[in-house]
């Protein structure tokens, strides 16, 4: 059975960063790709990049280039998505996500990143 | 990257047929068969229900499909049930290995 952990709730100030962990199970890791997607309260989905757990290999959405960096660690079948330079706007739920067949069957719980001074 | 484009709310009456569009470009949605349907209730992890436009998972109900034409994508549930109230959003793939979800609609049972 598949199982995707993130790390707890966070709060920062702005200009700080954070970084979110997600621990899988239930699969093999390096055999897929993992993604980050966030919801800022009340607002829609948005996809952030992905790392091949394989390789190593990122991609991220313009939006966040420069101030994303996702990261794995394959010994712990954990990957890791930090964002530097945090503003009141980042505070939302962060969600990783393994894709399969071009989509995210699988979800964390998501992590809570509140930005306030 | 612009959002790819849905109608904020559509509601329906149990038993009855929704569909929900997607609306992208020729080069998202137009371009490939990569578009993935999303359920999400309030406070909960989205759960995908269609992969590559028309394809369910195991586990999700044959009253949910997908389909395709041109830049436009849509979900149509059939049969609709109390349950089937959430939030949808439809995702596709764009070049250059990237991708971005839709604007989102609420589905009301009435």
């Known amino acids: 059975q598949v199982h995707l952990v993130q790390s707890g709730a966070e709060v920062k100030k702005p200009g700080a960063s954070v970084k979110v962990s997600c621990k899988a199970s239930?699969?093999?890791?390096?055999?897929?790709?993992m993604h980050w997607v966030r919801q800022a309260p009340g607002q829609r989905l948005e996809w952030m990049g992905w790392i091949n757990a394989g390789n190593g290999d990122t991609k991220s959405s313009q939006k966040f280039q420069g101030r994303v960096t996702i990261t794995r660690d394959t010994s712990a079948s954990t990957a890791y998505m930090e964002l530097s330079s945090l503003r009141f706007e980042d505070t939302a739920v962060y969600y990783c996500?393994?894709?399969?067949?071009?989509?995210?069957?699988?979800w964390g719980q998501g992590t809570l990143v509140t930005v306030s001074s | 990257q612009s959002a790819l484009t849905q109608p904020p709310s559509v509601s329906g009456s149990p038993g009855q047929s929704v569909t929900i569009s997607c609306t992208g470009t020729s080069s998202d949605v137009g371009s490939y068969n990569r578009v993935s349907w999303y359920q999400q209730p309030p406070g909960t992890a989205p759960k995908l229900m269609i992969y590559?436009?028309?394809n369910r998972p195991s586990g999700v109900p044959d009253r949910f499909s997908g389909s395709k034409s041109g830049n436009t994508a849509s979900l149509t549930i059939s049969g609709l049930q109390a349950e089937d109230e959430a939030d949808y959003y439809c995702?596709?793939?764009?070049?250059?290995?990237?991708?971005?979800f839709g604007t989102g609609t609420k589905v009301t049972v009435l």
């Open positions: 995702s596709s793939y764009i070049s250059g290995s990237t991708f971005v």
């Open positions: 996500a393994r894709e399969v067949s071009n989509s995210w069957r699988d």
């Open positions: 590559e436009v028309s």
């Open positions: 239930g699969f093999t890791f390096t055999s897929y790709a």
